[in-house]
């Protein structure tokens, strides 16, 4: 028996906070027809934070085999998404 592979989302808000994508979304994603980001942002305390919490934000795009030769994630190129704070 093969296995289906599943993606499951945590999303913030609104609405649901984690849901699986289905079997048509995978397969645009997978073809290129959709694209897949991943964002957010992690704020941290750490013995050099002097001057209150350090934020680190992130942002990246799936690319599928049909577009790379391997699958991979490369960084958006907007800085409203990928910083540090």
């Not at 028996?1 to 945590?10: A, F, G, R």
């Not at 957010?40 to 680190?56: A, F």
Request: hydrophobic fraction near 30%; proline fraction near 7%; include cysteine.
């Amino acid at each position: 028996m093969v296995s289906t592979p599943e993606i499951l989302l945590y999303r913030a808000s609104p609405g649901p906070w984690l849901w699986k994508l289905s079997k048509s979304e995978m397969d645009k994603i997978e073809s290129g027809e959709q694209q897949l980001f991943i964002f957010g942002y992690i704020k941290y305390r750490d013995d050099y934070s002097l001057w209150g919490d350090k934020e680190t934000g992130f942002c990246f795009r799936y690319i599928p085999k049909p577009i790379a030769p391997n699958w991979h994630y490369e960084t958006c190129d907007n800085g409203s998404y990928t910083y540090a704070r």
